[in-house]
Structures are given as structure tokens and as C-alpha cells.
């Protein structure tokens, strides 16, 4: 037998948009539902048409009665006159034309929802359409409440899913897992887990699901009915293989546990579970912490504003006065754990804060003349370093010669803080007394205990437990992103100054060793450190293993700042040949050490 016409019952429609109903309760009036039966039975008689004849006649009756019905509904209030026009201009039968809006009730006579809604909707950041602002209006008028400008346009698809299901109806989607964890999909986790159930969820990283693709993706079953079981998930991030069926590779890996809350979507191993309880039970977070992170300074100009040491000597030359304003800057590649290689790049930090008057720098200001066009507000005439005028063509709000970010933050450059890249392959955390202003690719810490703090940041725990339970999780490879709403979930113990003078006293053996390129020295200071928060996290095991630092490194030798780098190197060298050798107390208890499970699981060793 033949297929029977199907054309009906496949749609080119704008999903995100309904139909612009007036009542709650619709088609009430009996003409219109006597209309819509008649409709329904012609587009019946379509499908299980044989000829040309009969589906040509089918056609023309589905046309006319859709004029009339539309006359109906805007005869009975049921929509607005250019609403009932769009539902008697939408043609089923035309799969080439796209519908402006999407109403399972209208388009297949569907009351209640539907069974299932499947889909792979677009991934497209929602300030993408910050131009075309009735896209944004249309989307504004569905009242989506995951519908966020910093967002995603899948979130807005997920919402649209639910309400097109029926009670009972089960949604799945493969889309992209960056709502686990970004700070937009805040609201979006709270959407899943208060309206339905989540059955299973599949994290598949950055697996190759999607050929020539870069997006992390992740597979969710979601039911609209709120019930008591179980949600089944598995990290696939690193086991994918395309050669195997996904049910033999969901078998191999065995189920992760769900770990979700509103700040983020985890999906780890059982084991994986207990250190992020054990972490969580010791530390404070960040954000609960009396210190401040700032983001790095976005010149709209690098070009312009970030010199290099030979320009920042002319400058200076010609005008001394030049000096006041030109800083020593980093950019994330430059920050290394512990150390800073300073580039010999200067910033010219003209921040609108400052109200400076650039004729009171006269050889900078004829510097950034030069740069012309690319410096001032569109249309606005000025005069270039040849003395000639010109219109300029950048949109900016801030005067010509000053910097994009306002930056009313600048004195905490000059204080002694944490610097740190964004984006890394490990982590890389500075502690900075040169004041070295940040790049917009570097965040810095200011405030309290903050050479503990780079100690506890730079240590392999909870380097782990920030990649695994709280990183955003959406760059490929191996690089993880430190942003700033990440990073102030990470929980640190908070010690008595007593107690953290050793991990501070390393601190400074380490920035003086790295200063020095005794990378022999600096390695073996940071695995001490390690060796010392693990058990600050893990204080039970490590007793019951023998094998506790703390109690042999309370009383490490301490610099004083007016010694000569001579007398340091000697302390240097003396604990380093005591810590080192096999026999001592520290190397015995950090040889032992790494037979504990949680350690061998942080540190890639089961």
C-alpha cells in the first residue's frame, strides 16, 4: 500500500512563538467548533486521498474553511483581526513556508499537549539578536522565565518543550551542557527541578558527538510530572567512543550521582560525592571570605594603550610628567603559579575615573592622536597628530583619549593581591607586592590572607575540586575557565594566624625560589603544601594512615624583610636538605600519603 498524505501532519513553524490568544477558554462558541470538526474531517479525507482530483478539492475546502473560521474567531473575540488573519493565511500543505507562530491545537486539533517532544534546537547566545529587536519583543510578549539576555536560545526551546507537553509527557533534547553550571542556567535548574522530573541526564563534555562541532553537549530526559525517583546519569566526557552503541557505553561506564543544586548541575562518581561533602563540610566559600575579585582592564584599544617598555621610555623623556599615568601590566599568559613574567608591556591607564586632562600630558596626548579614528566617538571631529581634522567613526561614550572600562577599582592594583588568567590549563596563582595592573584576560584577589589563599589555590586538591565540582565546563581540551562566579563557590578553610603561618612561610620560600629559577626547591615546597591541605580536608585519614605533616613544619625558619637574599637562599637551602631527605618526618608521612584513596583519585592514580 502506499503511504498516505502526510503533509498535514509535518509543520515549518516558529516554535518560540504561540498564538496570541484572548480568553483562556477557546473555541467555546458552537459555530467554531462545528467549523473545526469540518476541518479536521477535510484534512482526514487529504490524507487518504488517491488522486490528484481529490486532493486538489480537499485543498480548496481546507482554504475556504480556514477564511471562515478566522471570521469566527474574530467575531468571537477569541483572537485579535491580524492573529486570525496569520491562522487563515498558514497553508499546511506547504512545507516550504515557514509559519510565524506554533499551536499544536490549531495546527493538528491536539488539546492538552503532546506525548513527546524531541529536539536538537540551536545553540545562540540571545544578546546574538541584540539587533533585531523584534525577534526580542515577539520573545518578550511568551513570558519565558528562563528567558535571560546573557543566555542561550535552547533555554527558551526547553520551556517551549515543557508547555507543549501534556501531563505525564516526556521531553528529551541533546543540546549544549553549558546551563550545568554558567550563571545564566541559574535559572534555568531551577526550571527543571521545580516543574518536572528529570529521568536521565548523559554529560557528554567535549566529546565529538557532532561532527566539526566544538559544543559540550549533554542529552536530557525530562518528565512533566513531579515524581519521587531516582535521576539517572553518566558522565560520557572522556569515555565516548563512536564505535560503540551509547546503550554498550552506558553499561561500561556505570551510573555517576546527581549532584544539583541551583549553582550548578555535577555529575561525578560515588567517590567523587564524598570529597566534595568532605571539602564542603571544612572550607567557608570564597564568596562568604572578606576579599574582593576584579576583573582586568578592557582598554577598547590595545594598540593604543598598552605600550612596550622602549615607547614607555620615550614617552617619559619627552615628558616626565607621562609617568604618572603609564603602569606595569600582565596579561594572563604572563601569570604563572607564583610568578609573574612581566612582558616589559606598560598600560597608558587613562581611566575615565581619573578626570584626567590630557593636555596636562602633552606627549601622550600627541601619542594617542596618532591612533586617529579608531580612538574617537563616531562622527566627532578632531584634530589627528598632523593637524589635520578628521570625523571619527568608533561608538564610544567616554572621551577620546580615555580607556573603555571606567575602572572605578584602580587603587586596588597598587595593594597587595592575587593575580590570576581566566582561562588556564592548571592553576596559576600569583602573589603580587609590585603592583602590577591586570589585562582584561587576569581577575585579581584583594583582602584578607592572601598568601595562604594563593597557597590553598595552588594546591592539586583543590585544583581538582574546582575543575570537577565548580568550573563552568565549556572550553575544549584541557583548559577550564576561573571566572569569577565560579570561583567564589570554592570552599577554603579558614585557619587561626598561628596555624597559617606555615603555609605563608612556604609561600615565601616558593616566590623567592621561583624569582630565582630554583625549580628543584619551588617543587618540592609545593608538594609539601599539598601534603598540608590535604590534611587539613582529610584530617581522619591522614591520622589513621600515619602519615600528618602539619605537626613537623609548624616551625619553619621565617624571613625577615630586611635580610640580604643571601641569608634567605641559606635558610632555603637548609629546610630544602631536610625535607628532602627520605629519613625526615615530612617525606615519610608524604610517601605514605599517597596509598589514601581520595588522594590517588584527585591526583589520577585509580
Known amino acids: 500500500r502506499p503511504l498516505p498524505n502526510l503533509e498535514t501532519k509535518f509543520v515549518a513553524a516558529n516554535t518560540l512563538i504561540g498564538l496570541e490568544k484572548e480568553q483562556a477558554n477557546l473555541f467555546t462558541n458552537p459555530n467554531i467548533e462545528k467549523k473545526k470538526t469540518e476541518l479536521k474531517k477535510v484534512r482526514h479525507d487529504y490524507f487518504e486521498a488517491r488522486t490528484p482530483k481529490r486532493k486538489e478539492n480537499c485543498r480548496i475546502k481546507d482554504k475556504q474553511m480556514r477564511d471562515e473560521l478566522a471570521e469566527l474567531l474574530i467575531q468571537n473575540h477569541d483572537f485579535q483581526p491580524a492573529t486570525a488573519k496569520k491562522i487563515a493565511a498558514w497553508d499546511p500543505y506547504d512545507q516550504n513556508a515557514s509559519s510565524p507562530f506554533f499551536d499544536p491545537e490549531w495546527m493538528f486539533g491536539i488539546k492538552g499537549g503532546f506525548d513527546v517532544v524531541i529536539g536538537n534546537p540551536p545553540y545562540v547566545q540571545i544578546q546574538n539578536f541584540s539587533g533585531m529587536q523584534q525577534q526580542q519583543k515577539d520573545w518578550e510578549k511568551q513570558k519565558y522565565e528562563t528567558y535571560a539576555k546573557t543566555g542561550d536560545v535552547y533555554c527558551l526551546f526547553y520551556e517551549r518543550g515543557y508547555r507543549l507537553l501534556k501531563d505525564g509527557g516526556v521531553l528529551a533534547f541533546i543540546t549544549s551542557n553549558k546551563w550545568m553550571r554558567a550563571n545564566y542556567g541559574?535559572?534555568?535548574?531551577?526550571?527543571?527541578?521545580?516543574?518536572?522530573?528529570?529521568?536521565?541526564?548523559?554529560?557528554?563534555?567535549?566529546?565529538?558527538?557532532?561532527?566539526?562541532?566544538?559544543?559540550?553537549?549533554?542529552?536530557?530526559?525530562?518528565?512533566?510530572?513531579?515524581?519521587?525517583?531516582?535521576?539517572?546519569?553518566?558522565?560520557?566526557?572522556?569515555?565516548?567512543?563512536?564505535?560503540?552503541?551509547?546503550?554498550?557505553?552506558?553499561?561500561?561506564?556505570?551510573?555517576?550521582?546527581?549532584?544539583?543544586?541551583?549553582?550548578?548541575?555535577?555529575?561525578?562518581?560515588?567517590?567523587?560525592?564524598?570529597?566534595?561533602?568532605?571539602?564542603?563540610?571544612?572550607?567557608?566559600?570564597?564568596?562568604?571570605?572578606?576579599?574582593?575579585?576584579?576583573?582586568?582592564?578592557?582598554?577598547?584599544?590595545?594598540?593604543?594603550?598598552?605600550i612596550d617598555g622602549k615607547k614607555k621610555d620615550e614617552l617619559i623623556a619627552k615628558d616626565p610628567k607621562s609617568a604618572e599615568i603609564i603602569k606595569p601590566i600582565l596579561r594572563g599568559r604572563d601569570i604563572k603559579r607564583y610568578k609573574a613574567a612581566f612582558a616589559d608591556l606598560w598600560l597608558v591607564a587613562t581611566f575615565p575615573?581619573?578626570?584626567?586632562?590630557?593636555?596636562?600630558?602633552?606627549?601622550?596626548?600627541?601619542?594617542?592622536?596618532?591612533?586617529?579614528?579608531?580612538?574617537?566617538?563616531?562622527?566627532?571631529?578632531?584634530?589627528?597628530?598632523?593637524?589635520?581634522?578628521?570625523?571619527?567613526?568608533?561608538?564610544?561614550?567616554?572621551?577620546?583619549?580615555?580607556?573603555?572600562?571606567?575602572?572605578?577599582?584602580?587603587?586596588?592594583?597598587?595593594?597587595?593581591?592575587?593575580?590570576?588568567?581566566?582561562?588556564?590549563?592548571?592553576?596559576?596563582?600569583?602573589?603580587?607586592?609590585?603592583?602590577?595592573?591586570?589585562?582584561?584576560?587576569?581577575?585579581?584577589?584583594?583582602?584578607?590572607?592572601?598568601?595562604?589563599?594563593?597557597?590553598?589555590?595552588?594546591?592539586?586538591?583543590?585544583?581538582?575540586?574546582?575543575?570537577?565540582?565548580?568550573?563552568?565546563?565549556?572550553?575544549?581540551?584541557?583548559?577550564?575557565?576561573?571566572?569569577?562566579?565560579?570561583?567564589?563557590?570554592?570552599?577554603?578553610?579558614?585557619?587561626?594566624?598561628?596555624?597559617?603561618?606555615?603555609?605563608?612561610?612556604?609561600?615565601?620560600?616558593?616566590?623567592?625560589?621561583?624569582?630565582?629559577?630554583?625549580?628543584?626547591?619551588?617543587?618540592?615546597?609545593?608538594?609539601?603544601?599539598?601534603?598540608?591541605?590535604?590534611?587539613?580536608?582529610?584530617?581522619?585519614?591522614?591520622?589513621?594512615?600515619?602519615?600528618?605533616?602539619?605537626?613537623?613544619?609548624a616551625k619553619l625558619p621565617e624571613f625577615k624583610d630586611d635580610w640580604s637574599d643571601g641569608k634567605k637562599l641559606a635558610v632555603i637551602e637548609k629546610v630544602y636538605k631536610e625535607l628532602s631527605d627520605s629519613k625526615h618526618p615530612v617525606s615519610v608521612a608524604m610517601a605514605k600519603m599517597q596509598e589514601i584513596a581520595e588522594i590517588k583519585l584527585i591526583e589520577g592514580k585509580r
Not at 231 to 258: F, M
Not at 510 to 518: A, D, M, S, V
Request: proline letters at 3%; charged letters at 25%; hydrophobic letters at 40%.
Open 186 to 306: 541559574r535559572v534555568m535548574r531551577n526550571f527543571f527541578t521545580g516543574n518536572g522530573t528529570i529521568l536521565q541526564l548523559i554529560d557528554f563534555g567535549d566529546s565529538p558527538i557532532f561532527e566539526n562541532a566544538t559544543t559540550y553537549t549533554n542529552v536530557l530526559v525530562w518528565k512533566k510530572d513531579k515524581q519521587e525517583v531516582k535521576t539517572r546519569v553518566w558522565d560520557l566526557s572522556k569515555a565516548y567512543a563512536s564505535d560503540v552503541s551509547l546503550d554498550d557505553l552506558l553499561v561500561q561506564q556505570g551510573e555517576c550521582e546527581p549532584l544539583f543544586n541551583e549553582n550548578s548541575f555535577v555529575v561525578v562518581k560515588s567517590e567523587q560525592t564524598a570529597i566534595k561533602k568532605r571539602i564542603e563540610e571544612i572550607g567557608v566559600p570564597l564568596k562568604d571570605w572578606n576579599i574582593s575579585i576584579y576583573r582586568g582592564i578592557l582598554t577598547g584599544l590595545n594598540e593604543a594603550f598598552i
Open 353 to 553: 575615573t581619573l578626570n584626567l586632562k590630557i593636555e596636562d600630558y602633552p606627549a601622550i596626548k600627541k601619542y594617542l592622536q596618532g591612533f586617529g579614528r579608531k580612538l574617537y566617538q563616531t562622527g566627532e571631529e578632531f584634530i589627528d597628530a598632523n593637524g589635520e581634522k578628521q570625523k571619527a567613526r568608533k561608538a564610544t561614550s567616554n572621551k577620546w583619549f580615555e580607556v573603555q572600562d571606567t575602572i572605578a577599582y584602580y587603587p586596588e592594583f597598587e595593594k597587595e593581591k592575587i593575580l590570576y588568567a581566566e582561562i588556564v590549563f592548571d592553576s596559576a596563582f600569583h602573589y603580587d607586592t609590585n603592583s602590577f595592573y591586570p589585562e582584561a584576560t587576569t581577575f585579581i584577589v584583594t583582602g584578607e590572607r592572601l598568601k595562604y589563599l594563593t597557597a590553598l589555590l595552588n594546591s592539586k586538591l583543590l585544583t581538582y575540586a574546582f575543575r570537577t565540582f565548580y568550573a563552568g565546563g565549556d572550553l575544549r581540551g584541557n583548559t577550564f575557565r576561573y571566572k569569577k562566579v565560579f570561583i567564589e563557590l570554592l570552599p577554603v578553610p579558614k585557619l587561626s594566624p598561628e596555624s597559617q603561618t606555615p603555609f605563608e612561610t612556604l609561600v615565601n620560600y616558593i616566590l623567592f625560589c621561583k624569582e630565582r629559577n630554583l625549580e628543584q626547591e619551588s617543587g618540592l615546597f609545593e608538594l609539601v603544601i599539598d601534603g598540608m591541605v590535604y590534611e587539613l580536608y582529610f584530617p581522619g585519614e591522614i591520622k589513621a594512615a600515619d602519615c600528618e605533616v602539619l605537626k613537623h613544619i
